[in-house]
DNA sequence: ACAAAAGTGTTGGCAATACACCCATGG
DNA sequence: CCATGGGTGTATTGCCAACACTTTTGT
């Protein structure tokens, strides 16, 4: 949401002569904010940097897209190189293109958003990476590079956002799960407590969710199993 | 709402070699949907593509972003360029990434939205294009280049959302305006009729309208005016 | 038997819908 | 005075939020 100015600012006096001759183009990259629910608490990968001045600062996962991929490609391959996982939900968050947001070059980054069912299924990081973890959102999170705080924050409105009007939590949930683990996944994200009664008539209005025959048994009364009807996000009707 | 594949294709065979090199990267563009409304119709501004393999194809206006302009900047500066008009709202929507999406090079598209209160307002078209118009939505536009259909779609089902919960319509309508014209503009928008007091309820509940005390007078019972509290497009708080 | 979590219904308020008549003006 | 568009109120409905007790199991 903005309102363009009349005049444009263009090239910066600051930047390197190299970069505004007349052929000179920014790049593309792909950058991917991984979340993941561990403990009720909603986490987020980041992976420390190597080199030069962004030595030691955390990131989300990404990287240049290449010639004859798409960005949806270019995303998944780079989260598979850093983490090790594919098949991940990603769905394209929205494109910054500061040209100072990298202090390098001029790097126009396509940011995604990746949810995955647990944060166990991450193996160690890419080379490229010195480090690789898992960080609470909401706590502090390590001093990031690049524009990745405001990456965040957009990503976990977006988030959010579509809880409520998707199925979107089929992917940071397993296949199988119990009403009250759904229920402690919207109260997490949401960042408030449901009542158990209401949340539940709303979801089942929803008709996304499968009832199984299994039960969970633990200490107490079981809890019937669920899984979704479709495990695809999507829109999801509400008459 | 995608799902990434698991396995990616890269380079398809049928690219020139020079672009599979090593250093080769996507360019980057911006292209803008621009939309008016005129005559109760809703409408989008098209250029005439000159050269190559597109000529004669319509596409909306764009162009490579520099190295060092923002994306908003490059998507303000281009839209000027072709229409000779600054200042109008604009958002961005999403990126288009698809390498075939141009048939020349791979160039990753940032596309906006444009909002004008007249289609007036626009001058003529930049040289680089052999012509520049009008076209109603939801009358068969013409032949359009690259993905730009598809563009299209994607604006118009954020356009419309938007109405729903945000005084976005502020940017399609002139500084002052009567109750009519705003429904008309809802009504063309949404594509079905509205209850006009109901409409008016749901307007003034939501506390974006300042009454103006002159009256428009035409042809019959003269029309109370108003405009908006405020002209920045924000979403709108509906307790 | 008891502790702990699972499961279930009812009520009241608010917001959206459907719907029809009077008003002010210009011609 | 009449044609035309501007302006208004009410009754009903459906949805959402608030709220507490019973059931089932393990120990």
Known sequence: MQ??????RFATPSRPIRERTRYARPKVAVDTVVFAVQNCRLKTYLVQLKGGALRGR?????????????????AGRELRAATGLGGAYMEQLFS????????????????????LPDPAIVGAPAEKYSAGGWFEVGARLPPLAYDHEQMARYA???????LEYSNIAVALLPRVFTFKQLEDLYATLLGRRLDRRNFRRRILAMRILRELSAKQHGAHRPATLYSFVSRTPHVVQML
Chains 1, 2 share one sequence.
């Open 3 to 8: 309102e363009v100015e009349s005049l444009p």
């Open 58 to 74: 955390w990131a989300f996962p990404g990287g240049l897209v290449r010639v004859g991929e798409t960005l949806d490609e270019a």
């Open 156 to 162: 976990l409105r977006r988030l959010t956002a579509k």
């Open 96 to 115: 910054f293109g500061d040209p100072a947001r990298d202090p390098r070059a001029h790097v126009v980054s396509v940011a995604y958003v990746a949810l």
